[in-house]
């Protein structure tokens, strides 16, 4: 499980095939200073396994199916991610619940520059805009963000000159796609009352 708060800005090393998907190279130097193998690593919003390590990098297998619903596939050596490791037992939660299981790539649509903070828009899939609510949690590219505005499939962050200086939200542009993943609270509802909108449909006659 992972927070949402970003630890380090790596750089991707290399991406080879491997079998039916791939093995990535992360330079992070931070991150190596505890690794272990085995370890769970969030890079961008993707939880990995650590499978081999040295200096100031890691390696990690990645699966097809991760390659195919992910940015991971589309990286290249020199591109900046997010790196987080897994949350301790003992550390404070200071973002939300993330679990490193993307649910779809978003499109970055336009970013308006403030003062203090950029407002970033992103157009969603559309079998996720019911899970994103205004005041509602994010992971966007691994960063945990708070919903600022939804519309349709499209919604808004502001993003805190923090998160602009320490994250790869700062320099992502318009036509950048991005990994979110949805609140999993939100997904949980859903299922367990999936059984009872259904009778109280048919209790008020809808099919």
Not at 28 to 34: A, C, G, I, K, Q
Not at 61 to 80: C, K, N, S
Not at 163 to 190: C, P
Request: charged share 25%.
């Amino acid at each position: 499980m992972f927070t949402g708060l970003i630890e380090e800005v790596g750089e991707v090393v290399a991406i080879r095939p491997s079998g039916d998907g791939a093995r990535i190279t992360v330079r992070s130097p931070l991150v190596v200073e505890d690794v272990e193998h085995g370890a769970s690593i969030a890079v961008s919003g993707v939880c990995l396994t650590v499978v081999g390590w040295g200096g100031d990098w890691f390696d990690a297998d990645v699966m097809r199916e991760t390659l195919d619903v992910t940015t991971i596939g589309a990286r290249e050596p020199g591109d900046r991610v997010n790196v987080e490791r897994a949350l301790r037992a003992d550390a404070r939660l200071g973002g939300h619940i993330v679990q490193g299981h993307v649910d779809g790539v978003a499109t970055l649509l336009g970013r308006t520059p403030g003062e203090r903070s950029d407002e970033v828009r992103f157009a969603l899939p559309p079998e996720l805009s019911r899970y994103v609510v205004e005041k509602g949690s994010i992971c966007v590219d691994g960063v945990s963000l708070t919903v600022a505005a939804t519309d349709g499939n499209t919604f808004t962050v502001a993003l805190i000159p923090t998160t602009l200086a320490d994250t790869t939200l700062g320099i992502r542009v318009a036509g950048d796609t991005v990994n979110i993943e949805v609140d999993v609270v939100a997904k949980y509802v859903e299922r367990l009352t999936v059984a009872y909108r259904h009778v109280a449909g048919e209790a008020a006659g809808i099919q």
